[in-house]
């Protein structure tokens, strides 16, 4: 392989996240890096105190808008830290004195949650899937909620294990709050059931070192007095989410990400053809005479994150292997728990879950 080549070799990225970006945004974003709209400097020189920056900014927040069918009564802001500093700073602004908050565990993320919630107040844990193996979510009737909790927290896709929830929460009352990381702007979904949405970008939004928080502005109103600027959801919605300098080019990508997906036909059509990718994989597993095993439960398997095992870790590394020779990357599960994982966010290609499928049924022929 010449440099040109090497230059410009793309594989298909079935990592967790950081994921595929769409191609089109990575063109565009490398066609503007020296310079953006012949403003003769980078969007990572540019002062985010500038009018051009704050089109970008404004850009971004109407794009998630848009997308997800936001209210007035919501606002929307960007911060850093992750998904895991939300973990953090959901129960320093929300979680009252002397309350509790309701949390609902189906994977290793919501259980990470908890850990940190309860070194800022009481914890509820409604349900907790591990006795399992965070193989199901539960069922909307089946919750019990704390009458006056100071909200609900629960994830919405987990990616470790690959279940989904495939309806919205409804806290009946009580403030609901999602880590939507993994499935955001997968698929249409009902705001209103919604208080707070918090995701790290690097799977459908745009690159890592972006969080994505929606928040319902009246919630703001209970933050309590005193918080560290930069852990204050209040400070950040008052300063534009720039109490500080924010991540530029990493909300520049947020906004480009959005208009791809408008072109695309919104999220109403990329969660058609997001059922489809996955589809083709859940029926190579499905068909294989159980050389494939998926993790999850049928009635809750991930849009996004594909888990299953091969008979034996060895021919789970065998495969892995053999992929990546075949310019497929990532699909290793999570070091926790093995076995393979295919992650297929948005921007992935359908062409890569269709060369995985090829791939699955030769490899099984082989190895019986």
Known sequence: ????????????????????????????????????????????????????????????????CDLLALTKSYTVLFLQGGATMQFSMVPMNLLRNGDSADYVITGAWGEKAVNETKKFGNV??????????????????????????????????????????????????????????????????????????????????????VTVVIVKKELLERVPKGLPALLDYRIFAGYDSMPNTPNTWGIYLVSLVCNWLKEMGGVEKIAVINAEKAKLIYDAIDSSDGFYAGHAERSCRSLM???????????????????????MSGLRGHRSVGGIRASIYNAFPKEG???????????????R
């Open 1 to 64: 392989m010449n440099i040109a080549e090497k230059r410009f070799r793309r594989v298909f990225n079935f990592s967790s996240g950081p994921g595929t970006l769409p191609l089109p945004v990575l063109e565009r974003a490398r066609d503007e890096l020296l310079s953006l709209d012949g403003a003769g400097m980078s969007v990572m020189e540019m002062s985010h105190r500038s009018d051009k920056f704050g089109e970008i900014l404004d850009s971004a927040r109407k794009g998630i």
């Open 124 to 209: 509820n844990v409604v349900y907790d899937d591990k006795p399992g193996g965070y193989r199901n979510v539960p069922r909307q009737d089946a919750l019990m909620f704390t009458p006056h909790a100071s909200y609900i927290h629960y994830t919405s896709n987990e990616t470790i294990d690959g279940v989904e929830f495939k309806y919205d929460l409804d806290g009946h009352g009580v403030p609901v709050v999602c880590d939507a990381s993994s499935n955001i702007l997968s698929k249409p979904i009902d705001i209103r059931k919604y208080d707070l949405i918090y995701a790290g970008a690097q799977k459908n939004i745009g690159p890592s070192g």
């Open 305 to 327: 994150n594909l888990t299953f095992r091969l008979p034996t870790p060895e021919l789970d590394e065998q495969f892995c292997a053999e992929a990546e020779k075949n310019e």
């Open 353 to 367: 879950v269709e060369r995985l499928v090829e791939f699955m049924s030769d490899f099984a022929s082989r190895n």
